[in-house]
């Protein structure tokens, strides 16, 4: 299974070499997600409206490698914009993809923009 | 490798293995134990509880799994008959036999049963073990069948024995306590403090007989009575004799070892016996030529054993503290240091007042500075300081009065526990210090008093020092400027109860606005959005269809997500009640989809493996059939579970299925602090299990006994009797302002047992609001619930009929493809998830 993890990785902004156009904006819900697919990826992406921005995870916990994540809730811990986990509650920044309350890996997580009401993914490949 | 042999699996045997196996060098032993009882060791402090809920597993000090993953083998119910010092061999009663290197006794001790007269006849118990207090509870029961006012008795009037009586009246036996000295507690109570503890205990019902020798007892077969002199007898059914300990040291006396003149195995201060690689711990080891009847001391000696074989120089102190406090009795009793001291010792401040049963005495050195000991009956709340006081010797105030006289009369909240030294000792039980319940906390490994306990186990031992490890907490974390509130989550300084006024009053229809508005300033979380839905949903009588971002993740895709994130699907099913077309349906239907079928714990039928896109097609399809949502994903009625009763049952007294039914209907869908669950029983025999429901019926001659608050789940509990034989009519006036009591009042995620349990008054309070409407809110909370009722509808009918609703029911928002990661193996004909790796 960790096979799986192996081809999600961050994606800095200066890295983007490709963007990918997902859905229209209201495909997803007000501070929530929805999970969008890019070839054999999963990728989960949060309409964080409190903070007018957008974030985009793997869909797929680390905990259990099941790809749930885009059905989870959003909000912040302490500050930092965070997504729970559905299944178990485990909580990962949305900014940096890191475990905040646990020493599980961290998710990887990809930059997103808005054109023309439509979402957009960066890709590095 | 070498092997340790550990005999004996009670609390001291088990700490030592405990102590051991977290030790580093313990790898290179085999550790073997032997346990003469059918399981593992046990809380024997926690003995009485066993009669509340009969359950062994909740006494378990560890459970078997725990031996085989720390590499110990451990065999119960086979008694070790014998050692042989020469050959370094052990023999069991199977004839079996073992090698050491180290021997370890951990035999502890049995109930002394003194040689009177008939003490062999039925009836006559000893209080010790699981087995014993089975033996009892089964007595009892036979006995009250036959004899409605049995009468038990305790011989001994000590800590143990009190504990005993307050057992027996419990178990619905009028309670005598027959003392042979002229006291209660003799070894740990003067005079004075014993006569008020006698009045406050007779009060609550214990008839106490002191200054009695028992001759005899009297019955042919089974016990009928005590004699205690010629014309001076008790009739009584029962007996239990808690006349002491005597070690359980037959092994040390066959084998040789230096034994103590009234019995137990000699030991050193490094817990060797006479034979230096024989070591003995707990209630069986004499130190110090004492016995030491308690679990501390106990474990402390488990402590010195484990080093000791580990090569690390560590020492049994001299001094040990034998400072008690009886538990569970429904009246304080405390003794700690020197509880009785002559007076060329220092002086004693004695309060008391008999119109309270109180009592209060503290030892003061001659010199006024230090705390030498003291007795407290009827209020022992400042035990866990004045024993704090008296263990680290801190300075007590000039005037020592004021430690126990009452506040505001000259009596000064005295001793903060933030004054402690670190080393004080705050959990005897499991030696841990103030200094490290503190520690856990500034490191941050422990926020809470959960993790508290979690790290350090501080409070897991007798319980005793709970309350001043909580105290601990709070004052750690507020020194750190962390508030301990009891509010919902970081993002609110509100608890439920105060949001739920909130909300109520503003009419808020919006998370946004209620975080904008009396929130922190931040952007909620996985704790406050749902608390948040929950209460919308009860206030403006909302389904979860609502803003379905802040429902908790079942809520929001209105089904239960399964280990890999694929759903489970529960039609409701009144009652139980299911016509053969319709679970024909049901079957067409799970196999169309090749669904996993299972009948639940609550008596219906779970359609297990759906993916996020066929749960709306399969549910359009089970609405055709009659089917609606069964909320088993909600914090909602689940079932009310019903027995078949006067309907076709020979004994019903009731139509429970009809009932049932209709009890379920009304308060399907409505959102509470948790899920609430319903039982209605057609008579006594109780086939529903109703007494283990959030509110359970049974009917009886005249109408339905109404009982509420009874729990499955970790900490199981019977539901308690709230009205007896009242009509259908009444029961549904009733459980309507209960339920909407408790979903007023609650804390998030707090089932009804849980609120019950800590509501202040407890049942009597509960009873007098709900049925004499004391704070005059009856009216409110029917009218309330009718709104509830009458606004019911069926979310996955509202769902599948609103496109809007339907978009969030896909895998991905941008392909009609299902989730690709998805693998099942084959299970007994049907599927299953692959399992976790
Ligand atoms: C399906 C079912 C097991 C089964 O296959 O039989 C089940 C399944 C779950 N139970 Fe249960 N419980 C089921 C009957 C019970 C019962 C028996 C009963 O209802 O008579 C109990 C004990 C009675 C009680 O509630 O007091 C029970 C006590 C619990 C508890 C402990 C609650 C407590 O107060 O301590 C939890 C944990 C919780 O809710 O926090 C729990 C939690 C769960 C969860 C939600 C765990 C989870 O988060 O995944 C499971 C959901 C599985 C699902 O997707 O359906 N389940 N669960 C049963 C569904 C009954 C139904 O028809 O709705
Ligand atoms: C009802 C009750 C309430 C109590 N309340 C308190 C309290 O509030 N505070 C407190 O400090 N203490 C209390 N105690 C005392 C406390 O339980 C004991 O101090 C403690 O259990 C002693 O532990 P131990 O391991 O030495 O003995 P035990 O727990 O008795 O364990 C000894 C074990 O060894 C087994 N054994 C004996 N011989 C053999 C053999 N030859 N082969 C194999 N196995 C053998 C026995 O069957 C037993 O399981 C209470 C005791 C009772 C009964
Ligand atoms: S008992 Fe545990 S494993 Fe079984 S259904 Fe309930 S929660 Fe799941
Ligand atoms: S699978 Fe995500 S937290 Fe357990």
Redo the contacts between chains.
């Keep these: 299974?960790e096979e799986?993890q192996k081809k999600y990785k961050t994606t800095k902004l200066k890295d983007v070499n490709f963007w990918f156009k997902?859905?229209p904006v209201n495909?997803?819900?007000?501070?929530?997600g929805?999970?969008?697919?890019y070839k054999?990826l999963?990728i989960a992406v949060f309409n964080?409206e409190?903070?007018n921005k957008w974030y985009a995870t793997q869909n797929?916990s680390p905990e259990?490698?099941?790809?749930?994540l885009s059905?989870?809730?959003?909000?912040?811990?302490?500050?930092t914009?965070?997504i729970?986990c559905?299944?178990h509650?485990k909580?990962f920044s949305l900014e940096t993809g890191e475990n905040l309350n646990g020493d599980l890996d961290p998710i990887a997580v990809y930059p997103v923009k808005i054109e023309n009401d439509f979402v957009y993914v960066g890709f590095s490949e | 490798m070498k092997t340790i042999i550990v005999i004996g699996n009670g609390m001291v045997g088990y700490k030592f293995c405990e102590k051991f196996v977290a030790k580093k060098g313990s790898e290179n032993y085999k550790v073997l134990v032997f346990g003469e009882e059918p399981r593992p060791a046990y809380d024997r402090v926690h003995l009485s509880e066993y009669f509340e809920n009969q359950d062994a597993k909740a006494l378990e000090l560890a459970p078997k799994e725990w031996y085989k993953e720390n590499n110990i083998e451990l065999i119960v119910n086979e008694r070790v008959s014998d050692i042989h010092r020469a050959s370094k061999k052990i023999t069991t009663v199977k004839d079996r036999k073992f090698s050491y290197d180290y021997l370890v006794l951990a035999t502890g001790s049995s109930a002394f049963v003194p040689p009177i007269k008939g003490v062999e006849k039925e009836g006559v118990f000893v209080y010790r073990t699981i087995e014993d207090l089975e033996g009892m509870l089964a007595y009892a029961a036979k006995l009250k069948d036959k004899k409605p006012n049995a009468k038990a008795a305790v011989l001994g009037g000590g800590l143990l024995g009190l504990e005993a009586g307050k057992a027996v009246m419990d178990m619905g036996l009028e309670p005598h306590i027959v003392e042979f000295a002229p006291k209660l507690m003799p070894r740990q109570l003067d005079s004075r403090s014993s006569q008020v503890l006698q009045l406050k205990l007779e009060s609550i019902g214990l008839n106490i007989h002191l200054s009695k020798a028992t001759n005899q007892i009297l019955g042919e077969k089974a016990i009928t009575g005590m004699e205690f002199g010629e014309d001076d007898m008790l009739e009584v059914d029962m007996l239990v004799v808690s006349a002491g300990i005597r070690p359980r040291d037959e092994l040390g006396k066959s084998c040789n070892l230096e034994m103590g003149v009234r019995g137990g195995i000699v030991v050193n201060n490094k817990m060797q016996t006479s034979d230096k690689d024989i070591y003995a711990i707990g209630e069986v080891a004499l130190y110090n030529q004492m016995i030491y009847g308690l679990v501390a001391p106990g474990y402390d000696m488990a402590g010195i054993a484990v080093n000791q074989i580990l090569g690390e120089d560590s020492l049994m102190p001299e001094e040990i503290d034998m400072s008690t406090k009886l538990k569970l009795i429904g009246v304080d009793v405390a003794s700690f240091g020197e509880p009785f001291m002559p007076a060329s010792k220092g002086h004693s401040i004695i309060f008391e007042n008999k119109t309270q049963y109180l009592y209060k005495r503290i030892n003061v050195s001659l010199d006024g500075k230090s705390l030498l000991g003291g007795i407290l009956v009827g209020d022992a709340t400042d035990y866990s300081m004045l024993h704090q006081i008296y263990l680290n010797g801190m300075t007590i105030p000039e005037d020592p009065a004021q430690l126990i006289l009452p506040a505001g009369e000259g009596g000064a909240s005295f001793g903060d526990v933030m004054d402690l030294p670190d080393e004080a000792q705050i959990c005897s039980c499991e030696s841990v210090t103030k200094g490290q319940i503190c520690g856990v906390i500034e490191s941050g490994e422990a926020t809470d008093l959960a993790d508290v306990v979690g790290c350090t186990k501080a409070g897991t031992g007798c319980g005793g020092c709970k309350p001043m490890v909580k105290d601990l907490t709070e004052a750690t974390l507020k020194s750190l400027g962390i508030e301990v509130k009891d509010t919902i989550c970081e993002h609110f300084d509100l608890n439920r109860q105060d949001l739920y006024k909130i909300i109520q009053v503003k009419g808020y229809k919006k998370f946004n606005e209620v975080l904008d508005n009396h929130g922190n300033g931040g952007h909620g979380c996985e704790l406050c959005k749902p608390v948040v839905a929950s209460l919308m949903a009860t206030i403006n009588a909302d389904t979860a269809n609502e803003e379905y971002a802040i429902q908790d993740s079942n809520d929001r895709f209105l089904a239960n997500i399964q280990r890999n994130g694929t759903y489970s699907i529960v039609p409701r099913i009144p009652g139980g009640e299911i016509t053969p077309d319709k679970l024909i349906a049901l079957g067409e239907i799970a196999k169309k989809y090749d669904l996993y079928t299972k009948v639940t714990g609550g008596v219906r039928i779970d359609l297990f493996g759906a993916t996020l896109n066929q749960l709306p097609i399969i549910w359009k399809e089970l609405i055709e059939h009659g089917f609606e949502s069964g909320h088993a994903y909600g914090k909602s009625l689940r079932t009310v579970k019903t027995c078949v009763g006067s309907t076709w049952c020979r004994y019903g007294m009731d139509e429970s299925v009809s009932f049932g039914i209709e009890l379920e209907n009304r308060y399907r869908g409505i959102r509470a602090p948790h899920k609430i669950k319903g039982g209605v029983s057609g008579c006594i025999r109780e086939c529903a299990e109703a007494r283990g429901k959030d509110f359970g019926l049974i009917a009886v001659e005249g109408g339905w006994n109404l009982y509420v608050g009874g729990n499955g789940g970790a900490t199981p509990r019977h539901a308690e009797l709230l009205a007896e034989q009242i009509d259908n009519e009444t029961v549904i006036k009733y459980i309507d302002r209960y339920l909407m009591f408790y979903m007023r009042t609650a804390k998030p995620l707090q089932r009804t047992a849980a609120w019950q349990d800590r509501l202040e008054g407890g049942m009597d309070f509960l009873k007098e609001v709900i049925i004499e409407d004391k704070l005059g809110i009856v009216d409110d909370l029917e009218k309330e619930m009718q709104t509830l009722v009458n606004k019911f509808e069926c979310e996955w009918t509202q769902a599948i009929n609103n496109p809007e609703m339907m978009k969030r029911f896909s895998h991905f928002v941008n392909s009609e493809e299902e989730d690709d990661n998805l693998v099942f193996v084959p299970m007994r004909e049907q599927k299953m998830p692959e399992p976790w790796k």
Aim: hydrophobic share 45%; net charge positive.
């Design positions: 299974m799986v997902a859905a495909a997803f819900p007000k501070d929530g929805a999970c969008i697919k054999n999963q964080f409190r903070l797929l259990k490698q099941e790809m749930v059905r989870g809730m959003i909000g912040d811990y302490k500050g914009p965070m729970a559905p299944l509650k909580t």
